[in-house]
């Protein structure tokens, strides 16, 4: 680690991990910690080679994270379920006010179907090394897991871990990638068919809303660098939740996303209703008369009620107060703008995060109305699988937990890039428009990666 900017940082954790094996520890989890002065996270991790590799920078808070590394590790090809989430939990059993253990990860959008390789259908993990970043100060946290491990070897991985970190270096710079070639699945012929059963009066009196999707295949020769896509990302939508995940070298998730699906601080419960789109204008007067026909349109309008009843629908057994807006306001990303509702909930003793991600995963703004008629159309007829595409993607606290929606997103491969975009067919719903809207949703990571 000679040049190491956290040199010293990472010198003093090694001390309090050699310290760490003599002492009698009660705790099935433990975090030692140090600060440091801040650096680019994305930089550090991007030159890490010790996998996985988790980044997180949620939407409206200051707070950064980068970790790799796994000091305990929940894969699950079925349901996030009871006995997971207790698992989760137990490991904040111990009696440290000061531990703030995380799990990061993610629930597939219909976890009844085969997902991504190194994904799963459900996968969380307690990094073994964190860097979370607050302003100009970065808390430096490492995990060490004593409940599956004896302190002695649990520390010395820790210690290996951390003498196999790189120092950060500058990310490879955004250059244009050559396209090889592009498809769509479903492609245009088959998007239409979809629409058109969809908004068939027959079919739309007993399933009101089915959030079509399409997968955008890139081919590239170039190899990618996730974390500086990701980093281009940001800098377009700062407004928005920026995460990635990567399992393995072949595969990595990144999303920068507008929509949370919920955060909660202990019983207070935020979600919101992110639903209906149009453009941005060319200039003041023009995005502020398209926000304004976007407010005033009765089908997008229509849909954004109907995910937020639906939320609200879901909350209300959980819930001893569930509010939620009345109008819908406008969001504004780059290229799009969105109706948004804000919704709050003050949550029953008991309910847990299994109970809400069961609950309120997948919403009506990424998956339709009634939920299983939806699904079922969209796992018969879609015609790919969207694995973490428009799942929840956050982490798991016993105190704390927040997802984002998984929207806006890629799955980098070899030679691939894999994007996605999805919009809500509802009656009076246009084939050649909607699939316009998805063409739009793509405009900011497209022009990112290839000459448009």
């Known amino acids: 680690m000679a040049g190491h900017i956290f040199f010293e940082h990472f010198n003093e954790l090694i001390k309090k991990l050699h310290a760490m094996k003599l002492a009698h520890v009660k705790e099935p989890i433990v975090q030692v910690s140090v600060e440091a002065k801040s650096l680019p996270l994305l930089s550090w991790l991007g030159a890490q080679t010790q996998y996985p590799r988790i980044y997180w920078h949620a939407r409206d808070k200051q707070e950064e994270v980068a970790a790799v590394g796994a000091c305990k590790d929940f894969k699950q090809e079925q349901e996030i379920n009871d006995e997971l989430l207790a698992s989760i939990y137990q490991s904040q059993r111990g009696k440290s006010s000061n531990q703030d253990i995380r799990y990061y990860g993610g629930v597939a959008f219909d976890r009844t179907v085969e997902c991504w390789p190194e994904f799963g259908r459900t996968r969380f993990v307690l990094p073994r090394i964190e860097l979370r970043r607050h302003d100009n100060i970065i808390k430096i946290l490492v995990n060490l897991n004593f409940e599956d491990n004896s302190q002695d070897d649990e520390c010395n991985a820790a210690i290996e871990a951390i003498n196999q970190l790189k120092p950060a270096k500058p990310l490879s710079p955004p250059n244009k990638l050559p396209l090889m070639g592009r498809s769509d699945l479903p492609n245009y012929p088959r998007w239409k068919e979809l629409v058109e059963q969809v908004t068939n009066p027959k079919f739309n009196a007993t399933t009101p809303k089915v959030v079509l999707s399409r997968q955008t295949q890139l081919e590239i020769n170039d190899v990618v660098d996730p974390w500086m896509v990701l980093a281009c990302w940001q800098g377009r939508n700062p407004n928005s939740f920026q995460f990635g995940f990567q399992f393995s070298p072949e595969r990595t998730f990144i999303s920068c996303s507008p929509e949370r699906l919920y955060l909660r601080r202990q019983k207070e419960l935020f979600t919101e209703a992110l639903a209906g789109t149009t453009v941005r204008g060319l200039n003041q007067e023009e995005d502020d008369f398209l926000a304004n026909q976007l407010l005033e349109d009765s089908k997008n309008s229509n849909e954004n009620q109907l995910v937020r009843q639906q939320i609200v629908d879901v909350l209300t057994p959980l819930s001893h107060y569930v509010g939620a807006d009345e109008s819908a306001k406008i969001f504004k990303l780059t290229h799009i703008q969105h109706l948004h509702r804000s919704i709050r909930a003050e949550l029953k003793a008991g309910v847990n995060d299994f109970q809400l991600?069961?609950?309120?995963?997948?919403?009506?703004?990424?998956?339709?109305?009634?939920?299983?008629?939806?699904?079922?159309?969209?796992?018969?007829?879609?015609?790919?699988?969207?694995?973490?595409?428009?799942?929840?993607?956050?982490?798991l606290?016993?105190?704390?937990?927040?997802?984002?929606?998984?929207?806006?997103?890629?799955?980098?491969?070899?030679?691939?890039?894999?994007?996605?975009?999805?919009?809500?067919i509802v009656a009076g719903s246009d084939p050649l428009a909607e699939w316009q809207e998805l063409e739009n949703k793509l405009t900011t990571i497209l022009s990112i990666l290839v000459e448009l």
Not at 359 to 373: D, F, I, K, N, Q
Not at 403 to 411: E, G, K, P, Q
Request: net charge positive; aromatic share 12%; proline share 6%.
């Open 357 to 395: 991600l069961q609950g309120l995963h997948p919403t009506p703004a990424v998956g339709g109305l009634p939920r299983e008629s939806a699904l079922n159309f969209i796992r018969q007829r879609e015609g790919y699988n969207r694995g973490w595409y428009a799942g929840a993607c956050g982490y």
């Open 397 to 424: 606290n016993k105190y704390e937990s927040e997802f984002s929606v998984a929207i806006r997103c890629a799955l980098i491969e070899p030679g691939r890039i894999n994007l996605f975009a999805g919009a809500g």
